[in-house]
């Protein structure tokens, strides 16, 4: 019973019980190669031995810096496989930050996609010692993948590893100060797999093609290529830069049944589909994550489109599964109430404990209406971070998420806010995230983002930037005004907003996400447009 | 990350997700109670507390010799929540084999069904210093249930023990030599509870209700309980003796949607909705364990019931979940396949690893042929028993399971025959499995068993046992050389048991099993009829 849990496992188990089941590989438009779980385990178990020829031993760490390919499916069971720290790096990262990630990792190899090269030659240049591998061709200096493949001497588990021993690692793109590495253990691992199989969480299994969506540089593709493993599932990857035009024709040839992504990303795939009427029926299960989806885009999901809608929030300290969105039995015949139950972030995932905390550290009561700094903990989630001290991120070992959040007597979490992005007018808080909401209520729409700006008298209040769907013919363009006036009906007169300017895009983190300090920075200048 | 998987989290995590779903008590051939988990929790806390009041202390254990009912299911969480292990006995035991085992366990305290306290006198005049606790009512030198609730002071969790603390304890009714103790720690309990929640396993989710059949003294009835916890199912319970009408009438009245059971318990369960329209719809799995089920019990549930049938097989060594049979996609509409798939043993858990090995510990083929002793090993299996040395049942960490099987290509398991009921003749296996599945065959039959007798010549030879149906009217009975040939033309000649002899019942062991040590006796015995 004091059987390791080790993530390896996974890769035995997927040749011995589903040989069969099949990696789709897209790119350039259509399939580049199909093939079998079992020539997949033959793939790994050469490229690990591979690795260990490059001298790699256990503990070390193996970076990627790769697009969503068979070949880094390849590397997410081969750097574990050889006992080493699967090492992904996010590659819409400048390359000055990429050098001080592989710096601070201290990676003795890394594996790019070659196109990618470019942006690792400051880390090069900085470590000449780091093997540097192309996915798809050598170059001066760099080594063929293929050709470590076929040189490699097959390696079978399991590795000469514990199971609290790191298995991969993955840096956080911190909204202030150097990236932090959060690192992931075997048992850390495998325990999220089971956690995404579970009937009431993603529930992957068997039946399920899932299409890798979500990069898979961030934060372990949420866990679902180790979850597919360990159900048999196929499993598709798009290439790289996949358009939502790929995403769609994808997951209609491929008849693919669970995808997950961020919901900018789900708004294009909708719109496209519509548009070009591309069947997405399959899907019984698109899981969007990163940041809450609006009424809108889950109606158009679930009645334009046939496709259920859930909503799952983590964060790369929690490997990154922390809650899933699935609405309560009472709500099945209520698609207004079920689309409401998506739009919270849902209930805890077994295994994982939550606290709602004051400034005070004072728990908070659940009761769906006072807010909370949220803390995590569980055996999936950091309780440090790599080779730093972060002492400000933890409390007794909780993780602090750094969201405020209630979370209602059915257990369902909210989130309100980022602490810091929480706006504090007159001592009283406006959640930036639910003025969001308002002004997203109006269909001219499409996008809408607040922040808190500095103010005299009541010591900040809200300003914001909003992108209008083009407007249709025979109307004439909706004006800040009028955005201020429908937000009047939905909120407190005192959470109006000093301004609403309408802008041409919103900008957005390396991973997608808005990124609030940009605008901040764009009020500060003055820069409103 | 090293957070410890205590099964006790469990128990918070229905309080605060789920505190409204329900746990209903029947009996007496109606409902008896009905209460949430809000005060499941509460009942366990104080329960917990006058365990530690009564001075039990983390690592005691304390027994129970009880049907399925609520205070049986709070004594699964409050024994473990005071650090102690729980130890649930077999009340169909005679009681030398109670007292040996109580004693052998060294119990502080056991909680005893009131009717069952005569089952315990021997054990009792043997541990003068054991508590003994009536679970309806008080006696002489013996405490009320209720009245340690009332006065206990509500201990809270998480409790003073590591993950690989015993939570649980339970004695294997062996075939020779005395029981055996198989300790489940907390951990191993946490991982067999999420394995019991996959979407590819039993499922157990929150729109579930089920319903605890299989006895609370075997193998934690099936981890079933906990998983409830888990997801927040609700959970029903039959009471003392539930007779098929109480099963088939509370499936009915509950809306029931998970049970599981003994194939001999659904036979009964499917004669009687059959014979009186019992609605048993409402089930979503009814899983079936213990011994593999007919042809006819699966089409019965499937077809005539609307049921959908799986099997699990398991060992109290395994917590006791190993494998689970769910048909593979390709049999969705072709029910004789998806039958076929259903009388496997089906195919492994994920975090359990297996092996097949011949005589001299060699890996046989997994090619749906060759049979070989199955060697099971993993997170919740047992590597040792509780205070003994076996070291016959473990080769190299991996639990001999005493079970001869084959393995399919496709990772299904058939369980040929118990390694010692094998029949050995003339050199060559005969599997007492096929022949009794083959004499099954025979509509006339409703019971078959097939035992080896020693023979001069060809060392073993089969012997058959059979219960018939009642015959219709107007047909002759059936004579045991009609049954021998239609054995004729499924079975290979030598295999052809000596003799076929008609009895009336056939004996079973405490848990319902077939008693094929008692066949043994008999037929040496020459007892045949």
Known sequence: MTTPLLLTDLLDRSRELFPDKEIAQYGDGGPRRRYRYRDYYDRVARLAGALRELGVRPGDRVATLAWNHDRHLELYLAVPLAGAVLHTVNLRLEPGEIAYILDHADDRVVV????????????????PGMFVVGTDGSAPGVLDYEDLIETG???????????????????TSGTTGPPKGVGYSHRSLYLHTFAACLADGHAISERDTVLHVVPMFHANAWGIPFAALMTGANQ??????????????????????????VPT??????????????????????????SPPSDDLVRTFTEDLGVPVFQGWGMTEISPMGTFARPLPSADHDPAARRRFVRTQGRLLPGLRWRLVDD???????????????????????????????????????????????????????????????IKSGGEWISSVALEQALLHDPAVAEAAVIAVPHERWQERPLAFVVLHPPAEDTEDTEPADLLAGLRERVPRWWLPEQVLVVDALPRTSVGKLDKRALRDRARAGRFA
């Open 153 to 171: 001497s097959p390696l079978s588990g399991p590795p000469d590893v514990g199971e609290n021993d790191l298995a991969a690692l993955c840096y």
């Open 112 to 127: 790019a996609d070659t196109a990618l090269l470019p942006a690792l030659e400051q880390a090069r240049a900085a470590r």
């Open 360 to 422: 005070e550290g004072r728990d908070q009561p659940h009761d769906g209406k006072t807010p909370g700094e949220l803390l995590v903990r569980g055996p999936w989630v950091a309780g440090s971070y790599f080779r730093d001290e972060h002492p400000e991120s933890f409390t007794d070992g909780w993780l602090r998420t750094g969201d405020v959040a209630t979370i209602d007597p059915d257990g369902y979490l909210e989130i309100v806010d980022r602490a810091k992005d929480l």
């Open 236 to 261: 598709v990857l798009p290439g790289p830069r996949p358009a939502p035009a790929d995403i769609a024709r994808i997951i209609e040839s491929e008849r693919v049944t669970y995808t997950g992504m």
């Open 265 to 290: 990303v789900a708004v294009d795939l909708a719109r496209y589909a519509l548009a070009r009427g591309t069947d997405l029926s399959s899907l019984r299960a698109l899981v969007l994550g990163g």
